[in-house]
């Protein structure tokens, strides 16, 4: 069924604005490319509706936020909204300051959001109002494991019916959840933390599935969040003895844009529950 | 000829000036360099009249735009004119919105620009008040074939003459023009569409390439659009069977870094028409 | 020595805020995780002071520097003062506008740095109030060479003393001094200076080496110098004949994922003066 998901991601390219962070803003307009989408990225009021009215979804990363861009992305998301356009958002360093989860919270509640995608610790942030945080990544003491699976599984549907949207919690073990279902995801490799912005480009790359896959957008998240891990897994084989985190970064998006629908759909590693 | 470009880059090693957008920058400056000259970025309108100053060429990109950066574009573009330093624009996704086709509109009126690059449909955004735009992409419908390949040129050369500036317009097949005298260049790859920011990349190494060679702006145009295309065709033969546009990207980078003034010669695919 | 000082990095972890220019800052934070630390970027002036104490160490850049930035660097600045957490300031293009001048002698003044590292120009800027310059590259005629070496340590010691800060001045021959001490490290290849950003990499990796080590900034910071250099040294004969900058950028940030202490401890080629 993944394999569907790409296809159609390769078939339709949805062209996808991104307001995303500058950290890693490179890597993730490459990501939409190699999945077979079209990135572009405005972020200025003045221009962000009209970019928002050519594209066909949107994502919402608020790393490196300002007053600026926060301004940005709450028109985006509206216009978005009128033209039923898929939204993501990427809570980066939800936690980590007021102006970040207030930006989160209020992204929420003034725009429809398809897809949270975040660390566990930016999730419960949003989700509990407050919560540990280590930066921009997830806390050791919030990590999802085998033994709290099952909480963390009703907490991700909980939080899914709270905001009506699909909840992607990504981390060792990854939960892509709506108010009903939930995959749970043991592709990745531990070596993607030592790449900055892997989450960015998942984001990106949801963006992209969910906007070619309209009418089933969990399942269209839980691929992308498969094809994300198994690339970080088939790329980690990859690696030479002398290669680092540098190359590790190019080979995931390589990966990326080799996938093959069969490949996906072989390397997946899931479970609904 | 173009042998000669590329060495007057790597002998005059000239410090280009760039404003440009936060998705390809760091690839702008590390094709700047690869092709022999020195990049600087700034973007803040305190200091880029002094910045343009100590510079010898100016390239303006219109990508991620915003009120701050506009401002500023347009004080660098006047010092640049003041100090007769050549200048390329960019106008990134031109057609997209109103601020960027407006925001190009007003640095051609206010600013003496020697070369325009970008792709057809940005370029016939300028000329003609309107077209179709698929985001930071060409349209399908504005492509440029061997079939409208002499209306193009005409095209190009019609607006050289209103504008007084260089045309390049890159795509399948590439042209370089001023009112009299175009380059049609049939170097190039079509994987580069999968890296972002090839375009970026090319402007940023014009501005290098024209800058070196202020007495013949309309070769050295040609020769830098020779040298990427060129760069793109060396890089697709040494991709392995597991490598993407991540490496891809690296790859068009290292051909730059290496080519030789007689590589590019040989390896530049043009006629004058 | 070096050898523990690494050991510390990969042991502690330190989170690192950095407020650094958008041409480098994708390697800023790869670098940072190959070292062994973790980074996060943030320049609002709401959320950084926030951000700034949970993080364990600063690293100020002031590239592509703009009003709103220099403000957040000034707030974030003066809360890792209060929080006694290191903070190192990297110049770039201190003496090419007044704004980056004006800017870096005003957070010397406001802001109590734990490191200065820059290129000759930068660093002469600072202490000399006037320098010739390149841009963001050294000039020539600034250059530390074996003739003039006696003469800048005792202008490194003199400006640590001045600053209270330890100064960090690279180019072909390294200087790191303290008022009283100085390393003169020559580690490095003139290859790197082809690849955008290896100076703000530095940085990023500086404030992570004295983040861990607050007791031994002195020969922390030569750490880290001499770390960027070997892995310069070692990515350079890795390179194929194919290779051009852009490959040479990802290596060395592979050297740094891939350095063990003990390779750090035999690499490092420095004198004490």
């Known amino acids: 069924m993944f394999q569907k998901m790409l296809e159609n991601v390769r078939k339709n390219c949805p062209l996808i604005h991104n307001i995303t962070n500058y950290v890693t803003v490179n890597d993730c ?30 994502n919402l990363n608020i790393g490196t936020l300002n007053g600026r861009t926060i301004e940005a992305m709450l028109i985006a998301g509206k216009r978005a909204n009128e033209l039923n356009h898929p939204v993501v958002l990427d809570p980066v360093g939800a936690g980590a300051s007021k102006l970040r989860t207030e930006t989160a919270l209020k992204l929420l509640k003034e725009v429809r959001v398809s897809v949270i995608r975040g660390n566990i610790s930016e999730i419960k942030t949003l989700a509990l109002g407050s919560t540990t945080t280590k930066g921009v990544d997830a806390d050791v003491a919030d990590k999802v494991t085998e033994e709290n699976l099952d909480e963390m599984l009703a907490f991700a549907k909980t939080f899914a019916k709270k905001t009506g949207a699909i909840i992607a919690i990504t981390g060792a073990i990854d939960i892509v ?31 992209a599935f969910i906007t070619a896959n309209p009418t089933q957008m969990l399942e269209a998240t839980a691929a992308a ?8 897994e088939i790329a980690y084989h990859r690696l030479g003895e002398m290669d680092g985190n540098a190359t590790y970064r190019n080979y995931v998006i390589d990966v990326i844009y080799k996938m093959t629908p069969d490949n996906l759909e072989k390397g997946a590693k899931y479970e609904v529950r």
Do not use: F, W
């Open 29 to 58: 307009a490459n990501v939409v490319l190699a999945c077979g989408a079209s990135p572009i990225m405005a972020d200025d009021k003045e221009e962000v509706a009209e970019i928002t009215t050519i594209c066909a979804g949107l």
């Open 177 to 207: 959840a709506d108010d009903e279902k939930a995959y749970c995801i043991r592709n990745g490799h531990p070596m993607m933390s030592s790449v900055t912005g892997t989450g960015c480009q998942l984001s990106a790359m949801t963006a």
């Open 225 to 232: 969040v498969c094809m994300m891990g198994y690339a970080g």
